[in-house]
């Protein structure tokens, strides 16, 4: 007995030191990223995709897994695509639809006088010259079909269109589906070009019908985004909308093509979808959704031509994401879900039962040895009377009785989620576990909180959304663990522009900011920006435009620029050589202010990343730095 409780006793030590880990740059780029592939043939198994990152190697390696739907062995599979239906075949069997790049335009020297072959001279006469982290070289995306035969010639159904689909710089094969009949392609596609195409974001579905070659606009009447077209199990055409030509964070809703009319399914609800499947006999659509500082599963009723209205219906709650839609089978949905501690997992979802099974377990060894992070909710009132969901991250073995530095991260966009998402970057696990507090509100401009709170911060970039800031970090900084001398600002985007603007506003508040691609100059933004249509309408529009009042202030009130002489604390600047989105000027204009007013500052610099760092050791890189900085101002 005695021998037993040492021994008991040992155990107990060990597991307690092996819970003390605490996640470190390192490890965070060790873990294992899943991204599911779909549900095989026979319905039997999920099949998913594991990109582990290598440092040594500076790239990511990729292996395939199929694990059964009702959980249990996991097998590494090679050929997962036999298992997989392909939805670019036509459902005869006869076809397949695919995509390829294709030379359409002369931009370069060469391609107007062949004689100078040695010229490397790129000529424009519109916008669109260049997008995301890539030049336009003449090349667009152009969608093909064939027969399935061994000598079958590709057919482009856009020849010689100057037009993408798939949609760049993201989309892919989900840009093109099948008709249930086999006899038509449809496409999504923003059929404009130069200036026109980065002023817009009218994208519509195409039908190209194979037998006379002829191509229609499904969706020719609505002037803003239609993406994602599906269709129901009964045949019905199926796709996301926002109604506003040039506004990219409209509402989303669900839209169904059902005997000569369109149903809008989503109208109603006051939300916006991501991403959506239909149930199996056709009667409702799953969705994806951000509410309330998480993406949570909700379901919608179809009616038809009846006179009662969709009835959305919240399916899942608590403090997770469900980031991921796969699929149905029986009375299970597929899903990835996640939190500020854990990466994705592979989970089913019993419907009816209401219980969640975890199917994967790519990263369950390596998060059973940390000691986490505690995530708290906090609703603070903002200055014009509202209620304002504010998530704060404690470090792991938070000791109330002791005071530690405090962030306020600010999150990009401006209109996306704040949710219970997990990033390779923004890691809050991560900075919880150097021995920050994280104080990360869902400020004005988010999705989750109605559609009135997510469209406030459009043409008001400097108004409502800091004093949202502000008040996030005063309230939490009245909890006697939160040492007021250290406090320090980060975010990248619209997060950068928020540090930039705060350096000149905060009153002393913040010890230290870091920025990352941050919008500095709006007026030099607009210039430069490839997407002018979010500029455009954020801004209020143009420089230019001396009576536009919300343009005008946007480019004085709410410039960062504009309150440099105010700047007095340390920052960091972050910029990636190819971003696009927001131009290297932006970072040089800030560190060279920074500079020549003598605040001590660094400026980091990636001529090989876009918006986004993606390359594993350029990533330790950013982390290390990161902390690095805070470590020598905080």
Request: hydrophobic content about 35%; proline content about 4%.
């Amino acid at each position: 007995m005695k021998k037993l409780l040492i021994l008991t006793l040992i155990t107990m030590s060990i597991n307690a030191v092996v819970a003390q880990n605490l996640m470190s740059p390192e490890l965070l780029w060790k873990l294992g990223r899943i991204s599911p592939l779909g549900i095989s043939k026979d319905e039997k198994n999920i099949i998913y995709k594991v990109s582990t990152p290598s440092v040594e190697e500076n790239k990511s390696n990729s292996k395939y897994y199929s694990v059964p739907v009702n959980g249990g062995n996991t097998i590494e599979i090679s050929d997962y695509k036999s298992l997989l239906a392909d939805k670019n075949i036509s459902p005869d069997g006869k076809y397949t639809v695919y995509n390829e790049e294709v030379k359409i335009d002369k931009v370069h020297g060469k391609d107007f006088y062949p004689n100078l072959d040695k010229s490397n001279a790129q000529i424009y006469n519109g916008l669109d010259y260049r997008h995301w982290d890539a030049w336009n070289e003449g090349k667009f995306n152009h969608v093909f079909y064939k027969s399935n035969g061994e000598k079958s010639v590709g057919i482009d159904i856009m020849k010689g269109e100057n037009f993408d689909a798939p949609q760049k710089p993201f989309g892919g094969d989900e840009d093109y589906i099948w008709s249930p009949d086999s006899k038509s392609i449809l496409y999504v596609c923003k059929k404009k070009a130069g200036t026109a195409y980065a002023i817009s974001t009218n994208t519509d579905i195409y039908e190209y019908h194979l037998e006379t070659g002829i191509t229609e606009n499904r969706t020719e009447s609505n002037l803003g985004y239609d993406t994602n077209p599906t269709f129901s199990p009964t045949g019905n055409l199926t796709w996301l909308q926002m109604k506003r030509d040039g506004y990219e964070a409209d509402k989303n809703d669900i839209v169904v093509s059902f005997k000569g009319t369109t149903i809008n399914l989503t109208a109603n609800w006051d939300g916006s979808v991501e991403s959506f499947v239909w149930s199996k006999d056709g009667k409702n659509v799953y969705f994806q959704a951000p509410v309330d500082g998480t993406l949570q599963l909700f379901v919608v009723d179809f009616p038809g031509l009846t006179k009662k209205l969709p009835q959305v219906v919240q399916v899942t709650n608590g403090d997770f994401d469900v980031s991921g839609l796969v699929g149905i089978v029986g009375d299970k949905i597929f899903v990835t879900k996640s939190d500020m501690n854990h990466a994705a997992e592979l989970y089913s979802y019993d419907l009816k039962k209401k219980v969640w099974n975890q199917l994967s377990n790519v990263n369950t060894a390596t998060y059973s040895s940390l000691a986490l992070s505690k995530t708290e909710r906090r609703y603070v009132t903002t200055t014009d009377g509202k209620k304002m969901l504010v998530w704060v991250i404690l470090p792991p073995n938070f000791d109330a009785s002791k005071k530690y530095p405090t962030l306020l991260y600010c999150q990009g966009g401006p209109q996306s989620p704040l949710t219970q998402f997990y990033s390779f970057r923004w890691n809050f696990q991560l900075m919880a576990a150097n021995g920050y507090i994280v104080v990360a509100p869902n400020r004005r401009g988010m999705y989750g909180h109605g559609v009135e709170w997510n469209e406030q911060i459009s043409k008001d970039w400097g108004g409502q959304v800091m004093r949202d800031y502000l008040s996030a970090i005063d309230d939490v900084a009245k909890e006697n663990y939160v040492d007021k001398a250290r406090l320090g600002c980060v975010g990248a985007s619209y997060g950068g522009y928020s540090a930039f603007y705060l350096a000149g506003i905060h009153n002393n508040r913040f010890k230290t900011f870091i920025a990352h691609d941050g919008v500095f100059n709006t007026q030099s933004m607009f210039g430069t920006t490839e997407e002018v249509f979010f500029n455009n309408w954020d801004f209020g529009g143009a420089y230019w435009e001396k009576d536009n009042k919300a343009a005008q202030k946007t480019y004085t009130e709410f410039n960062p620029a504009n309150h440099v002489d105010k700047w007095n604390a340390p920052i960091l600047i972050i910029q990636g050589g190819i971003d696009f989105r927001v131009p290297i000027g932006q970072s040089q204009e800030a560190f060279q202010a920074a500079q020549l007013r003598g605040i001590k500052s660094r400026f980091l610099y990636f001529p090989d990343e876009n918006h986004w760092v993606l390359k594993p050791q350029n990533a330790q890189v950013w982390q290390k730095e990161f902390y690095k900085w805070l470590k020598e101002t905080l």
